[in-house]
Nanobody
C-alpha cells in the first residue's frame, strides 16, 4: 500500500493556473504509473491524467487535454499536475493514486485530496 498526500489546491480565477503536487511513500515509487483524478460536487470521481513509471508516456482525459500537464520526479517520490487555462468546471477535489497505466484504474486507498476552486 502506498500513502499519498496531495497539496497545492486553492482558489483561482478562470483562465489562471495552479500546480498540484502529490507526495508518495515507499521505495518502489519509480516502478509504477501514477494518475490524477478529480471529484466535483455531486459527481462521481473521474480520471484526469496518467503518467507511466518513467515519465516517458502520458495520457489525458479529453476535457483537460492541452491545458493540463502531468509530470513526475522519481528522485522525490512526487507527481505533479500543472493546470492552465482553468475553467469553472475544473472545480473539484483532486486526488492522486497509483494506476494501471493501460486502464487508468486506481490501485490504492484515496488520500484526502486537494480542493481546486475556479471562479468565473
Amino acid at each position: 500500500q502506498v500513502q499519498l498526500v496531495e497539496s497545492g489546491g486553492g482558489l483561482v480565477q478562470a483562465g489562471g493556473s495552479l500546480r498540484l503536487s502529490c507526495a508518495a511513500s515507499g521505495r518502489t515509487f519509480s516502478t509504477y504509473a501514477m494518475g490524477w483524478f478529480r471529484q466535483a460536487p455531486g459527481k462521481e470521481r473521474e480520471f484526469v491524467a496518467a503518467i507511466n513509471w518513467s515519465g516517458g508516456s502520458t495520457y489525458y482525459a479529453d476535457s483537460v487535454k492541452g491545458r493540463f500537464t502531468i509530470s513526475r520526479d522519481n528522485a522525490k517520490n512526487a507527481v505533479y499536475l500543472q493546470m492552465s487555462s482553468l475553467k469553472p468546471e475544473d472545480t473539484a477535489v483532486y486526488y492522486c493514486n497509483r494506476v494501471r497505466y493501460s486502464t487508468r484504474i486506481a490501485m490504492d486507498a484515496w488520500g484526502q485530496g486537494t480542493l481546486v476552486t475556479v471562479s468565473s
